[in-house]
């Protein structure tokens, strides 16, 4: 049996080493240290956001923005359905009450049109929401454009869940920057990793001290430990920051990677009918996190795509469907949801492809043929 075919897994350039070397020849083991100062310069310098917080996870960014913003039990906050549930559940952590918004289905991200049909919608029922939380999902720019321009009118903060968005733009603007805050995640599975981790970034620069504030346990500055507000633990080490500096000095090689893998994809499959591919908006650059293929049975003579992720799985290749929408999760199903069936049904027939930016030909050869296999022709 071939070794194991991953979704999407960690690759080391080699750097990070010398980094996390560095930082225990200099013993500075302990949370913060002159990685965490240089990962989050890393950070600021290629995204051109104004200031980076570096954190313990994406998770946590979402987590203190919603803090600063200002959102407690009972507010609204508005979120884009078609997620992982970490672009959701700090909205619960808060007592707050997560309304999920479909997708369009040009990027697959959040439909300005239910997002506006929902704001005047919960305005009308007497609450303004407090926060707009959309997604680049796959590294997929969201219409952002449309977004911020709904979020001004109304004047709702927007956080930007660009966890799965590092090196992806928008008319040349990094995704995480359209927002008043922006979320990175470097969790292992994602474009660059630092084994755990994740930033805020945004161009006020109040915002990114209160969040090093919060995340290191919200100590005022005395002597002795005296606090006037809750902390949190969620500052990034510097051992780990070390790894993504490393990590940053080849983000550029992975999209181009990851680029790669889709031109492959595409061209090996695209001739199949009933098979479509998740494609650019003009505009947009996408880092191509992880490849999307959609499925549709009643064109594949009803091959659908867990027929794909059986198929694949025997040969040992990992492949996984579309994140499940939150408001049909079991656990956020009894939320307000505006929409019209577009994420669940991206669901319903969506698959993302092996997408690791440290696939061999040989892998992606094994995935193609995999799937020609299955549909019978070469
Ligand atoms: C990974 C991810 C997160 C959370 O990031 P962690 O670093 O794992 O906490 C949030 N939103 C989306 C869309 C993600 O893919």
Not at 109 to 126: W, Y
Request: net charge negative.
């Amino acid at each position: 049996m071939n070794n194991k075919i991953w979704l999407s897994s960690p690759h080391m350039s080699g750097k990070e080493f010398e980094y996390v070397k560095e930082a225990f020849d200099t013993n500075w083991i302990a949370p913060l240290g002159p990685h965490v100062d240089g990962f989050e310069k890393d950070l600021v310098s290629y995204t051109k956001s104004g200031y980076a917080a570096a954190l313990s996870s994406g998770t946590s960014a979402i987590h203190l923005s919603l803090i600063m913003l200002g959102v407690v039990a009972g507010d609204e906050v508005l979120c884009q359905s078609f997620t992982f549930s970490a672009s959701a559940n700090p909205i619960v952590y808060q007592g707050a009450i997560p309304v999920f918004i479909d997708s369009e289905k040009d990027t697959w991200n959040m439909c300005p049109k239910h997002l506006r049909r929902a704001i005047e919608d919960r305005i009308a029922k007497g609450k303004k929401p407090k926060a707009i939380i959309p997604v680049h999902l796959y590294g997929m720019p969201a219409k952002m454009d449309e977004i911020v321009a709904i979020a001004k009118e109304f004047d709702i903060a927007i956080i930007e869940d660009a966890a799965e968005g590092l090196g992806s733009r928008l008319n040349d603007k990094a995704c995480g920057t359209f927002g008043e805050l922006g979320v990175l995640s470097f969790n292992g599975n994602k474009i660059i990793t630092t084994s755990g981790g994740g930033a805020l970034i945004s161009n006020n620069e109040d915002y990114i001290n209160k969040a090093r504030f919060l995340a290191t346990q919200a100590r005022d500055n005395a002597p002795h430990y005296q606090h006037s507000h809750i902390g949190y633990n969620y500052r990034m080490s510097n051992v780990c920051a070390g790894i993504g500096r490393g990590q940053m000095t080849v983000l550029n090689d992975r999209v181009a990677q990851r680029r790669a893998n889709f031109e492959f994809y595409e061209k090996a499959l695209s001739n199949i009918k009933g098979i479509t591919f998740h494609q650019e908006s003009e505009g947009s650059f996408s880092n191509r996190w992880l490849t999307c293929i959609e499925v549709n049975p009643s064109e594949t003579n009803g091959i659908t795509r867990e027929d794909i992720r059986l198929t694949l799985e025997k040969k040992n290749i990992e492949s996984r469907p579309l994140w499940k929408p939150m408001h049909i999760q079991p656990v956020f199903e009894k939320y307000p949801f505006y929409g019209d069936g577009t994420a669940a049904e991206l669901f319903e027939n969506g698959l993302c492809l092996p997408s690791g930016s440290n696939l061999s030909n040989a892998d992606l050869e094994l995935v193609r043929d995999t799937i020609y296999e299955l549909f019978n022709q070469k």
